[in-house]
């Protein structure tokens, strides 16, 4: 046996915290961290296993021979495993070998710390170091005017394993190899972020990474940790800002993965009501166990520190707050109160926001949350979860449904597509047309457009056109900026070849022309999420199936005028009540020629006229093109 020698990272404070479920940088002190100790280079290893009888250290370097490096366990019931192994160095394959003393069984587990795994289907860490030169530093100094609630926030989501796959072998692409064509993509395109569905380590492929076991590793799949960094890094330089998916709800029960992790349930719940997920098969994690809150929060707060991340989207948090949530009667227990809120949850995710924002400026959490849930994007002193935004799924859900009908039956259902302004304030939304709406047979959104091919995408870039011009931050699946015609498949790349037909290339257009109005007219984001940002004209056209409103800024000059019209009528002399005397002029317009439209436009300056209308002194009679989002300006 190869002697260990006894080290320690951890100070007293350190374990206190930790058991507080208040330290928050664990990834410095538990893991594989490359140190000199007493001018001898090595590997210091720290592993939280209270229910262990000895841990080894097993790898490469040893033959995976248990009890050739064992480590020893602190005096002070914190339940940590450390040592230190010499000559160890950065690339050395290794995992936990964990005896317990729970009816003696051995588990050989992954460290839940790891920096870098090795690359599935083989399920072992990687010593590796997070050295890297950033070259980032005017975003990171600026991001907060990037990145607050008052800035433009056009978010494109993005799955890395098929965005793009290499034209010969249908292999992955590289982090380095995005580093060139979707950073260019995303500038091209205008988009003001990108989020990535989870990059940390995960096993199977059909989970698109919802599955993951290395939680402070960027999968192998792609590269290095450095490559991941330089992606992010280039799109820093770029001016685009990184969200990253965050899965605090669940993990896999892999037999090198956390669950069961020293022979007992450490990370998981005990309770199978409460740390068994039906609907993923998977096991949900303990919120009221103080180290396991160390554990998730450090997580977060490692990849804004080390990875630069300008945000984390939140999966499934609808999952982590109800206690019923996909359980039938008997399969859950009510709280304290009586309720089927997960009060231990609710205590975490606030814990969560509190220490990312109080940590960082100029970053954003999203939530996930598919429920009313009251108040998620509300601060904590106001008695909120803390999230800075909150998917806005009923819009999503509404919208798509009224874009599904044929335009003669639109008519009977302009309550659908109106009925989320009554509740547009009430959380600082995003609008999501995300991965799960075009998967698992519900088509792509090209696909659910009515009508005959031009119709189709008139559909599209109405709804898109209606998507930016409605309050709230914007998130685009990749594929749909080009109106991807199939259902999204992760196994390949995009459709990309659909770009040579005008129609498609007409879409992205589109897409792209609706980013950058977005980013230039106040009126789109100054107040994004407050009522005194959006004004109705009239709602209740039903018979035309046209509304029109204001979105206001901070300057009322900046004020835009929209006007949909979900017909293919085109609607000659159609009567607007407007808030002041001027000009109006039209500054986009989604039938224009350039889009693949019919070219139905308002050209020029149009004069203002003193007619009274929908309750204003002024009015002006414009001509609607067909399927169109039409945006105007007051001079």
Same mark, same amino acid.
């Given at each position: 046996m190869t002697k260990v020698?006894?080290?320690s990272l951890f100070t007293d404070f350190d374990i206190d915290l930790f058991k507080a479920g208040k330290h928050f940088r664990l990834y410095e002190k538990l893991g594989a961290h490359l140190i000199e100790l007493n001018g001898v280079k090595g590997v210091y290893f720290a592993v939280w296993a209270p229910t262990a009888q000895s841990v080894s250290v097993v790898g490469d370097f040893n033959f995976w021979t248990q009890g050739e490096h064992l480590l020893e366990v602190r005096w002070?019931?914190?339940?940590?495993?450390?040592?230190?192994?010499?000559?160890?160095?950065?690339?050395? /394959?290794?995992?936990?070998? /964990?005896?317990?003393?729970?009816?003696g069984i051995t588990t050989e587990k992954a460290d839940p710390f790891a920096f870098y795994c090795e690359k599935p289907p083989h399920t072992a860490s990687v010593i590796w170091d997070l050295e890297y030169k950033w070259q980032?530093?005017?975003?990171?100094?600026?991001?907060?005017?990037?990145?607050?609630?008052?800035?433009?926030?056009?978010?494109?989501? #993005?799955?890395?394993?098929?965005?793009?796959?290499?034209?010969?072998?249908?292999?992955?692409?590289?982090?380095?190899?995005?580093? *060139?064509?979707?950073?260019?993509y995303v500038k091209e395109t205008g988009f003001t972020h990108v989020e990535f569905m989870p990059i940390m380590e995960y096993p199977y492929d059909p989970s698109w990474g919802y599955q993951l076991v290395g939680y402070f590793a960027p999968t192998s799949r792609f590269g290095k940790p450095q490559d991941f960094m330089v992606l992010v890094d280039k799109l820093h330089q770029a001016g685009i800002g990184v969200i990253?998916?965050? #899965?605090?709800?669940?993990?896999?029960?892999?037999?090198?993965?956390?669950?069961?992790?020293?022979?007992s349930n450490l990370y998981e719940h005990p309770d199978r009501k409460k740390g068994y997920h039906p609907d993923w098969k998977s096991l949900v994690f303990n919120y009221g166990r103080n180290e396991v809150r160390s554990?998730?929060?450090?997580?977060?707060?490692?990849?804004?520190?080390?990875?630069?991340?300008?945000?984390?989207?939140?999966?499934?948090?609808?999952?982590?707050?109800?206690?019923?949530?996909s359980r039938k009667e008997g399969e859950w227990e009510p709280n304290i109160y009586g309720g089927r809120e997960n009060l231990d949850t609710i205590s975490f995710?606030?814990?969560?926001?509190?220490?990312?924002?109080?940590?960082? *400026?100029?970053?954003?959490?999203?939530?996930? *949350?598919?429920?009313?849930?009251p108040m998620a994007s509300r601060p904590t002193d106001m008695g909120g979860l803390g999230f800075g935004m909150k998917w806005m799924m009923g819009w999503m859900h509404d919208t798509l449904e009224y874009f599904q009908k044929e335009t003669v039956y639109r008519k009977h259902h302009q309550n659908d597509l109106t009925f989320s302004m009554t509740y547009a304030f009430s959380e600082n939304f995003m609008l999501p047309l995300s991965h799960d709406e075009v998967v698992y047979g519900k088509?792509? /959104?090209?696909?659910?457009?009515?009508?005959?091919?031009?119709?189709?995408?008139?559909?599209?870039?109405? =709804?898109?056109?209606?998507?930016?011009?409605?309050?709230?931050?914007?998130?685009?699946?990749?594929?749909? *900026?080009?109106?991807?015609?199939?259902?999204?498949n992760f196994e390949g790349s995009l459709d990309w070849h659909l770009l040579e037909y005008p129609y498609h290339e007409g879409v992205k257009q589109a897409v792209t022309d609706l980013n950058s109005l977005y980013k230039t007219q106040p009126a789109l984001y100054e107040k994004q999420f407050s009522d005194d940002g959006f004004e109705w004209i009239n709602y209740s056209d039903h018979q035309n199936a046209v509304i029109s409103f204001i979105r206001k800024g901070n300057d009322p000059k900046d004020d835009v005028? #929209?006007?949909?019209?979900?017909?293919?009528? #085109?609607?000659?002399?159609?009567? =607007?009540?407007?808030?002041?005397?001027?000009?109006? =002029?039209? /500054?986009?317009?989604?039938?224009?020629?350039?889009?693949?439209?019919?070219?139905?436009?308002?050209?020029?300056?149009?004069?203002?006229?003193?007619?009274?209308?929908?309750?204003?002194?002024?009015?002006?009679?414009?001509?609607?093109?067909?399927?169109?989002?039409?945006v105007f300006k007051i001079s």
């Amino acid at each position: 046996m190869t002697k260990v020698t006894p080290h320690s990272l951890f100070t007293d404070f350190d374990i206190d915290l930790f058991k507080a479920g208040k330290h928050f940088r664990l990834y410095e002190k538990l893991g594989a961290h490359l140190i000199e100790l007493n001018g001898v280079k090595g590997v210091y290893f720290a592993v939280w296993a209270p229910t262990a009888q000895s841990v080894s250290v097993v790898g490469d370097f040893n033959f995976w021979t248990q009890g050739e490096h064992l480590l020893e366990v602190r005096w002070d019931s914190s339940g940590i495993w450390e040592g230190f192994i010499p000559d160890l160095d950065k690339g050395a /394959i290794y995992k936990y070998k /964990i005896e317990s003393n729970n009816g003696g069984i051995t588990t050989e587990k992954a460290d839940p710390f790891a920096f870098y795994c090795e690359k599935p289907p083989h399920t072992a860490s990687v010593i590796w170091d997070l050295e890297y030169k950033w070259q980032d530093a005017k975003w990171m100094d600026t991001r907060k005017d990037h990145n607050g609630l008052d800035k433009p926030y056009s978010v494109y989501e #993005v799955h890395l394993g098929s965005w793009k796959r290499h034209p010969e072998d249908n292999r992955f692409l590289t982090y380095l190899e995005f580093a *060139e064509d979707l950073v260019d993509y995303v500038k091209e395109t205008g988009f003001t972020h990108v989020e990535f569905m989870p990059i940390m380590e995960y096993p199977y492929d059909p989970s698109w990474g919802y599955q993951l076991v290395g939680y402070f590793a960027p999968t192998s799949r792609f590269g290095k940790p450095q490559d991941f960094m330089v992606l992010v890094d280039k799109l820093h330089q770029a001016g685009i800002g990184v969200i990253l998916d965050w #899965v605090p709800s669940h993990f896999p029960d892999d037999a090198h993965g956390l669950g069961f992790f020293d022979g007992s349930n450490l990370y998981e719940h005990p309770d199978r009501k409460k740390g068994y997920h039906p609907d993923w098969k998977s096991l949900v994690f303990n919120y009221g166990r103080n180290e396991v809150r160390s554990f998730l929060i450090s997580n977060a707060i490692f990849w804004l520190q080390h990875y630069h991340a300008d945000g984390l989207r939140v999966d499934a948090v609808a999952s982590m707050l109800y206690l019923d949530y996909s359980r039938k009667e008997g399969e859950w227990e009510p709280n304290i109160y009586g309720g089927r809120e997960n009060l231990d949850t609710i205590s975490f995710l606030k814990d969560f926001n509190e220490a990312v924002y109080a940590n960082f *400026e100029g970053v954003q959490t999203i939530a996930e *949350e598919s429920t009313s849930f009251p108040m998620a994007s509300r601060p904590t002193d106001m008695g909120g979860l803390g999230f800075g935004m909150k998917w806005m799924m009923g819009w999503m859900h509404d919208t798509l449904e009224y874009f599904q009908k044929e335009t003669v039956y639109r008519k009977h259902h302009q309550n659908d597509l109106t009925f989320s302004m009554t509740y547009a304030f009430s959380e600082n939304f995003m609008l999501p047309l995300s991965h799960d709406e075009v998967v698992y047979g519900k088509k792509s /959104i090209a696909g659910r457009m009515p009508g005959d091919e031009w119709q189709k995408f008139a559909n599209l870039r109405l =709804i898109y056109g209606y998507m930016f011009t409605h309050p709230g931050a914007k998130l685009l699946f990749m594929g749909c *900026e080009f109106g991807q015609s199939k259902e999204w498949n992760f196994e390949g790349s995009l459709d990309w070849h659909l770009l040579e037909y005008p129609y498609h290339e007409g879409v992205k257009q589109a897409v792209t022309d609706l980013n950058s109005l977005y980013k230039t007219q106040p009126a789109l984001y100054e107040k994004q999420f407050s009522d005194d940002g959006f004004e109705w004209i009239n709602y209740s056209d039903h018979q035309n199936a046209v509304i029109s409103f204001i979105r206001k800024g901070n300057d009322p000059k900046d004020d835009v005028i #929209v006007v949909c019209n979900f017909t293919q009528i #085109v609607r000659s002399d159609y009567r =607007i009540g407007l808030p002041r005397n001027g000009k109006l =002029i039209e /500054i986009f317009n989604s039938d224009a020629n350039l889009y693949g439209g019919s070219g139905v436009q308002n050209s020029g300056k149009l004069k203002i006229e003193s007619t009274p209308y929908d309750g204003r002194e002024y009015s002006i009679a414009l001509t609607l093109p067909p399927l169109s989002v039409v945006v105007f300006k007051i001079s």
